[in-house]
């Protein structure tokens, strides 16, 4: 008998495997909720961290707080956002906050219908571009508030077990 009782299980069971491997990137993209450009990210505030006195060598620091709110009836969370900061339209580099390599139960939640505030560490370095800001943030570190601050970015979107990139312009 060429079709044996064994065989067709066999068969069937290859088949089921096949045709999941062949339907899992459809699989993978249902789980992203399809209106995710209605998620927001802002920027919140933005405020110079007082140098430590004890180490000569510490580069001056800002925080970067982003404001992200979820109107998506699904839990969101995100892996990392990559910004460009700006002061009086002034590009003081690129940033990073990164969760990339904190287990996915372990980053930040963006439940539904609530915000949730990001800190971000941005360490400014002295070029030509911003030197003056550097210095009015160093002599006064409620400079900060003075300044119109704005940024670029694309933080990436993570639900169940896919990711999408959501870019994102906003200005304090």
Do not use: H
Not at 29 to 39: E, F, H, Q, S, V
Not at 56 to 69: D, E, I, M, P, T
Not at 70 to 83: A, D, F
Not at 94 to 123: A, H, M, V
């Amino acid at each position: 008998m060429f079709l044996s009782r064994r065989r067709i299980i066999l068969v069937g069971v290859i088949a089921a495997i096949a045709i999941i491997i062949i339907l899992l990137p459809l699989i993978l993209t249902i789980t992203l909720p399809a209106d995710l450009n209605k998620l927001s990210i802002k920027l919140s505030k933005v405020e110079a961290v007082p140098p430590d006195i004890t180490n000569a060598s510490q580069k001056a620091q800002l925080n970067v707080y982003f404001n992200v709110y979820n109107p998506i009836q699904q839990t969101l969370t995100t892996s990392g956002i990559e910004y460009q900061l700006f002061a009086d339209g002034k590009s003081l580099g690129n940033g990073t906050l990164s969760y990339e390599d904190i287990p996915l139960n372990g980053r930040p939640q963006l439940y539904y219908n609530s915000n949730s505030t990001l800190k971000s560490s941005f360490l400014l370095t002295s070029s030509n571009a911003n030197t003056p800001i550097l210095k009015r943030m160093l002599s006064n570190p409620e400079a900060a508030k003075q300044i119109k601050w704005s940024v670029e970015g694309v933080a990436q979107i993570e639900s169940g077990f896919s990711s999408s990139p959501k870019k994102f312009s906003t200005q304090l």
